[in-house]
């Protein structure tokens, strides 16, 4: 009778790692997101003191149309979960993706959490059923007689054919997701090309008379100070429209970088040589964080990347604070051609085309 209390609980135990191990696997992700060190706000000593004031404030100050100021971070969105913050769901959410940002985003995550973690749960307790029954019914003591069966016809194809049908429907939306993913910009797409350096991150915008950014990590004590997360803010943001199509290239300068953000589902290498494209819709105006997700050095940790979704208007007033122009016609190429005089030159290219 022991034994078979040890069988069934062993068996009850290896089920349950079935069914958990995809949860674990995912925790794992999020702690590589949360970047290593960035204990002073996720972490446990410090971040009692400090998590009330450090990731901002909930909404983007109002900035007035033409003038351009840093847009704050919004607690919780766009960077990972504080589990300490003490919101319901904070530590749920922590276990899981972050929330998303962009379609090809709100799909995977649809995908994640209503499709494919159900049908990973009925299996895994579909499977942790049959074992506990076969545990009981053909245990040693009720079965003193084992049986010699070997073949069974129809339960073989039955176990060939509702497992390859089950592939079949997960393929549905798995395969939906990937053309997603590998949709080409339209036309008119704001071009922004991400390069990456050991280690940082360098983003040109060639529509915008060339502007060119470089974007350092901050110091752990200067990104507390903004209120933003350590380890994750930059001094330089890539700053881009919000609700536009966005051509987003990356290309390394020197070893493989990739360029990941997860709260919008966009990750994509940066290699030598070749220039990578793919398209990027960011849903609403906020500030996103990812990391470098490609091993390029012994500084690969410390180049994160923040990208910065500004409605238009304000996108466009960036744009002429960094020296820059909009291209076509519209209001910002007008105030760019006001304002900018001095830079008559780059203005007048921009304004021919
Ligand atoms: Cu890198």
Redo the contacts with the bound molecule.
Sequence with gaps: MNARIKIATLSLLAALSVVFAPQVALAQDDALTAAPGSGEVFGEAPASAASGEIVASETTPPQAVGAYSPMAPTKNKGMPTDPNSGEPGAMAKSLTFQDQYSKDGEYALWMHNWFLLPVITAISLFVLGLLLYVVVRYSRRANPEPSRTTHNTWIEVVWTIVPAAILVVIAVPSLTLLARQYETPPEDAVTIKAT?Y??YWGYSYPDHGEIEVISNMLSDADAIKNGEPPQLAVDNRMVVPAGVPLRIQTIGADVI??FAIPSLWFKQDAVPGRLNEKLLTIEEPGVYYGQ?S?L??TR?AY?PIAIEALPPEQFAAWVRSQGGTMPGGGTGEEAAAEEEAPVGEVAEVALAD
């Design positions: 990456g050991q280690w970088h990739s470098c490609e390029c050095g690969h180049m």
